[in-house]
């Protein structure tokens, strides 16, 4: 496959760089008719062009507008010696094609600035109404998208009409009349919209109205979120949550990307990039509590922020390094599922103190079930959730089962007929192109086998969910992470992977979730005895999963939302008084 893609990028490139001097050359000679079937060919090879390949033209000083250019001028070459009585005509191309040029560079700056205008307010937002902004409404995002690069194409329409015959010569003239034309009409309309949105770039207008809007809000718990677009799925898990709870919830986002990446909610939202402006943002004055779901450098920021409570909530409870971090120790407060997680940080020794360790449950759980399609005899066939973790940022070959034993897996679950949901990490080959390609194996050995009858599933998008997901799955193989930790709330079997070789003893006091999991090592030989006794209703770990259930997720009642808001509530009281306090200690002013 590689080897193809190669071989068909180095075939456009060369086509298309054999189309220069082969224009040129017809444009000398003249031959009109041989011009006007290169220019298509030209034009093709460029829109087919990999975008690779257009780089490392870009590297070799053979840039976009250079070929473009280059096409240009074998047009207007070709106007000049095949018309040489009318130089009128390929004066007025050549005036036409410069314009054009100039036409660009202005309808680009203004789609710019208006997307700057739109998109990259000094403090954009989501759920919040800002009267005070008076925003106006989007332009179509085809008249932001046509700039820059694209508009080069434009220059089609006159280069093609220029190997007209020698009597129309006037037609290329009349192309890049056209194209101007519509260009001024494209720049005037962006024109009044850049006018009309120019205000939403003024720092201190945007920041004063968001700031009063959030003071009316008057929240008292803050979601606080920074990291990449593809982190996004970390605060996406606790909307619903956050959405339930009686406290009114603000979330705050560091990156622009993460506005459009976090997931559907009601909740208010605001995205605030600049720390400066994070720090002196009044209207957090009301905030009791706030939540961090990862541990990212941006934290600080929040941190400092006065007379609120920090309590780190994480992505998911599980035995992986992430779950006992160091970093963790920063805050006023940890949150954990069960007392598997306070005794998680207690073995690692990180300095996060026990006093400041609170189980709260897993609230986003509430929603598992406990049995499957198959259970209750809606579906013929069993399902096998396999959700493997990623390769993490190290050259661990023992983090994820994806790279050591991935696709072997799926193919043996796909010989025993059942019916299989592939649940990637939203993360899998971000780092590693091994594990990128064992990812691909997978997939395409799904996509070969659902043409046999049984609906398989690959997920790769937000929908369905992971935990929509559990109650499709009769049984799940995951890999030491929070998906296996979860799964337990469904009491169903599942399955763990012992990519390591570590015996089983071992690794089950080494990783708490593994407890009461089947285990698999990497030549798969457990997984046809573990298939066979579920097929015979022989589940001899239901008991251990029953215990291991309070310990890992914590006691089924009260609710877990309701357990959720109670920790919030208490959190709240305490950051009140601590603001109390402190505020007693302060001396008295004459």
Wanted: aromatic share 6%.
């Amino acid at each position: 496959m590689r080897v193809s893609i190669r071989g068909r990028a180095a075939l456009l490139t060369a086509l298309l760089l054999a189309s220069y001097p082969a224009l040129l050359a017809a444009a000398l000679w003249p031959l009109p008719w041989v011009f006007a079937i290169l220019v298509p060919l030209s034009y093709a090879a460029e829109v087919a062009l990999p975008a690779k390949a257009a780089d490392a033209l870009a590297r070799a000083h053979l840039g976009a507008t250079l070929r473009f250019l280059t096409r240009e001028t074998a047009a207007v070459l070709l106007l000049a010696r095949a018309a040489p009585a009318e130089p009128r005509w390929y004066a007025l191309l050549a005036a036409g094609f410069f314009l054009m040029h100039g036409a660009r560079a202005a309808q680009t700056w203004l789609a710019a600035r208006l997307d700057r205008c739109h998109h990259q307010m000094p403090v954009t937002t989501r759920n919040l109404d800002l009267p005070a902004l008076r925003i106006p409404p989007a332009p179509p995002r085809t008249l932001l998208a046509w700039r820059g690069l694209r508009l080069l194409y434009l220059d089609a329409l006159p280069v093609g009409l220029a190997a007209a015959p020698a009597s129309a010569g006037w037609a290329g003239s009349a192309g890049a009349a056209a194209v101007l034309a519509a260009q001024a009409a494209a720049a005037a309309v962006l024109l009044v919209h850049v006018r009309r949105a120019a205000h939403l770039l003024d720092r201190s207008l945007v920041v004063a109205a968001v700031d009063e809007a959030v003071r009316a809000l008057a929240p008292q718990v803050v979601l606080y979120f920074s990291g990449p677009r593809t982190a996004a799925y970390q605060a996406t898990m606790w909307l619903g949550t956050l959405e339930a709870i009686a406290p009114t919830t603000l979330v705050v986002l560091r990156e622009r990307a993460l506005l459009a990446a976090l997931g559907p909610t009601t909740l208010p939202v605001v995205c605030i990039p600049s720390s400066v402006d994070l720090m002196n943002f009044g209207g957090l004055g009301s905030a009791r509590v706030a939540l961090f779901p990862a541990n990212v450098g941006n934290n600080i920021h929040m941190l400092r922020v006065p007379g609120i409570r920090s309590v780190f909530i994480g992505h998911g409870d599980s035995d992986k390094e992430a779950s006992f971090n160091p970093y963790t120790k920063v805050y006023d407060e940890v949150w954990v599922a069960g007392p598997a997680g306070r005794d998680r940080y207690l073995r690692a020794q990180v300095g996060v103190r026990d006093e400041a360790i609170v189980e709260v449950g897993r609230p986003q759980l509430a929603k598992v079930l406990r049995t499957s399609p198959h259970s209750e005899g809606a579906v013929p066939y069993r399902t096998v959730l396999y959700a493997p973790t990623w390769e993490g940022w190290t050259d661990d070959l023992f983090h994820s089962s994806l790279l050591t034993m991935g696709p072997r897996l799926v193919r043996a679950l796909l010989e025993r007929q059942v019916r299989v949901v592939y649940k990637p990490h939203p993360l899998t080959g971000h780092r590693s192109p091994a594990a990128r390609a064992a990812h691909r194996e997978i997939m395409a050995l799904l996509r070969e086998a659902s043409s046999g009858g049984v609906p398989h599933l690959a997920v790769t998008e937000t929908e369905p969910t992971l935990y929509e997901c559990f109650n499709e799955a009769d049984l799940l193989i995951g890999d030491i992470s929070s998906v296996v930790s979860d799964f337990v709330a469904s009491g169903k079997p599942y399955a763990v992977t012992n990519v390591a070789g570590l015996a089983a003893g071992e690794f089950r006091a080494r990783y708490s979730a593994a407890g009461a999991a089947y285990l698999l090592g990497g030549d798969l030989r457990e997984l046809p005895d573990v298939l066979d006794r579920l097929e015979r209703g022989e589940d001899r770990m239901a008991g251990a999963r029953r215990e291991l259930r309070a310990y890992l997720l914590g006691p089924d009642h009260p609710d877990p939302v309701a357990r959720f808001e109670e920790a919030v509530m208490d959190a709240c009281h305490r950051a009140a008084v601590r603001i109390d306090e402190e505020s007693l200690a302060l001396p008295a002013l004459d």
